[in-house]
């Protein structure tokens, strides 16, 4: 077994074990931890994708290459950056402090109407 297949076996163990506990109301889902688990798994599948269709051939055009990493990108850019740094700046400010720069990711314009 490669790295990545242990690495993506224990995410997906986690978020298992995460589903039985809410399920049995052993622990609740607070927003905090829906907020780590998607951000972990958004930027694990992004880069994931970005890496392997980088370092291996898989018989695909180039073009259609450059759309899956494409993907790969999209979706790390779907991460909800902002509550990310909440959930974090509760835990460590000082850090929260040094990333706020990936606010502005999904800052969008004011319409002017």
């Known amino acids: 077994m490669k790295v990545y297949h242990i690495f993506f076996v224990i995410l997906r ?8 506990l809410v399920v049995f109301k ?4 607070s927003p905090s931890i829906k ?15 970005i890496i392997f269709f980088y370092f291996h051939n898989v018989g695909l055009d180039p073009w259609d290459i450059y759309v899956l990493q494409f993907s790969g990108i999209l979706i790390i850019v779907d991460i909800d950056y902002a509550s990310l740094l909440d959930v974090i700046g509760k ?23």
């Open 13 to 20: 163990l986690l978020v298992a074990i995460q589903v039985v």
């Open 26 to 29: 052993k622990k609740s889902f």
């Open 35 to 49: 907020v780590i688990i998607d951000s972990v798994l958004k930027l694990s599948l992004g880069l994931f994708i």
């Open 91 to 113: 835990v460590s400010p000082s850090i929260s402090k040094n990333l706020e720069i990936l606010k502005t990711i999904q800052r969008y314009p004011k319409s002017q109407n």
